[in-house]
């Protein structure tokens, strides 16, 4: 499925201004013309150590074996349907020079649709900080911009099974947390393409495996249990989508939790980042259930305007009241019919194997 994208994609790797090191291309049991296309890039080029699986092992065995046959001190991710910035390896080697302290480093990215058109760069964190705690919520890097020194990869145990298709990644970041630091370079380094046949597109099929992974970065920093169905529903209330009302006050009961927690710990500036970002799912959630769950919809506003009193100037505040001062039959009626609104309006968003929370 890659032999379309794999010759741009080695090009711009040849042509990194670093030329010092070695790519190690494998081959996962391909069989359309991605074979031959490799075995002649790599006759080409001697840095190209070219392997191949003779039957498909899957990503995580390939990756695997990619980290063991790999003899330098730093490695670089690299998907074969992505474009590379001349200047990427270079930059983040000698990020990981300058930082000593520094495991991980990722870039910022392009993101290419099926037909190259290119749509707007997305932001990113870039302090260690900020990726520690959002890391907590969703992946915050993009595998295929991620440089790693191999050492910690090995510690970590590399990639492990169980979290195909788009999770992998962020299973590996999970078990890096304690080891390292992370870094992610402001620039676009990367240009990402997504297609149906992309790994980043399996992603947004792997939703379960993402959030049972930060369910358990949740338990650690809340040190109690958090039930995968709970962490469901904490990310339909982060994503505004539309909720039953008793779903709705679970979720935001742990999104109020996980926000005093981390008043006590994180520093001001990640925690006014989160709790803009809360304060906006809060006022939505508290907008759709002002007909549903009166209580409720009152509770999430107070908290919403509390972290974020800009939003009482906002026109929806006026608005708002008004709805929730409305009589009781035309709440009853609102919520009979609530399902099938909600249902109609807002679908959480599916999760992609790196996530931008801003």
């Not at 009482?312 to 709805?323: F, H, L, T």
Request: aromatic share 10%.
């Amino acid at each position: 499925m890659s032999a379309h994208f794999v010759g741009p994609a080695l090009d711009s790797l040849l042509s990194q201004a670093c030329a010092d090191f070695e790519l190690i291309v494998v081959d996962d049991g391909s069989t359309d013309e991605t074979a031959a296309i490799l075995h002649a890039y790599a006759k080409r080029d001697a840095r190209i150590r070219f392997l191949r699986n003779e039957t498909n092992r899957g990503l995580i065995f390939t990756r695997n074996r990619a980290l063991q046959e790999s003899r330098g001190r730093y490695v670089a991710i690299a998907d074969a349907d992505d474009l590379f910035h001349p200047q990427r390896f270079e930059k983040q080697l000698q990020f990981l020079r300058d930082h000593p302290a520094c495991g991980v480093v990722g870039s910022g990215v392009e993101i290419l649709n099926h037909d190259v058109r290119k749509t707007p760069e997305l932001a990113i964190y870039t302090e260690d900080r900020d990726i520690r705690f959002f890391m907590r919520l969703l992946p915050v890097l993009w595998n295929t911009t991620t440089c790693y020194r191999r050492d910690l990869l090995l510690e970590a145990g590399g990639y492990r099974e169980g979290f195909e298709a788009g999770a992998e990644d962020y299973d590996l970041w999970a078990r890096l947390l304690p080891l390292t630091r992370f870094a992610n370079l402001p620039e676009p380094l990367v240009k990402v393409r997504l297609h149906a046949a992309s790994v980043s597109a399996e992603g947004f099929r792997c939703q379960r495996n993402v959030l049972r992974i930060s369910a358990r970065l949740i338990e650690e920093f809340l040190q109690h249990p958090v039930p995968i169905e709970l962490r469901e529903q904490l990310h339909c209330f982060l994503m505004h989508a539309g909720m039953e009302s008793s779903a709705c006050e679970r979720a935001f009961t742990l999104a109020r939790e996980f926000y005093h927690q981390a008043a006590g710990v994180e520093a001001s500036d990640t925690l006014q980042l989160f709790g803009n970002q809360l304060a906006q799912s809060a006022w939505t959630q508290a907008q759709y259930q002002v007909y549903a769950a009166r209580r409720l919809s009152r509770v999430m506003a107070g908290f919403a305007l509390r972290l974020r009193p800009k939003l009482w100037v906002q026109p929806e505040c006026a608005w708002y009241c008004c709805r929730w001062l409305a009589p009781g039959w035309l709440r009853l009626l609102y919520h009979r019919g609530f399902r099938t609104i909600t249902s109609d309006r807002r679908r959480p968003r599916p999760i992609s194997g790196a996530a931008n929370l801003r």
